[in-house]
């Protein structure tokens, strides 16, 4: 049986993505995945690992299934946010490969 704050945990995400995810617009859409993205990356970078670690086909399949239009969403991140600080080749890895090989970033 799973502990008391593990089911919390899964009901406010279960909440967040049926209730409150759907109410907002695109550029709320876009502004939480950047917040959410960039604390995930700053934590890879914090243990010493690539910040595009977390991401992986896997894991865009995975978000795919709660927001359908990830891709577009994150596309606009990438073109606009993290251009300057980020290759492609990562965006590109993570639609396509299991992990990107730091050799083609």
Known sequence: ?????????????????KEEYPKKNTEQKKAYWKET???????????????????NKSWFDSVKEQEPEIENLLNSLFENQ??????????????????????DL
């Open 1 to 17: 049986m799973k502990p008391d704050w593990i089911k919390e945990l899964e009901a406010a995400a279960d909440k967040f993505w």
């Open 82 to 103: 993290w251009s300057k600080l980020y290759s492609n080749a990562y965006w590109e890895a993570v639609k396509t490969e299991p992990e990107p090989d730091s050799e």
């Open 37 to 55: 993205l960039e604390k995930g990356m700053k934590e890879q970078e914090k243990m010493g690992l690539p910040a595009f670690g977390i991401f």
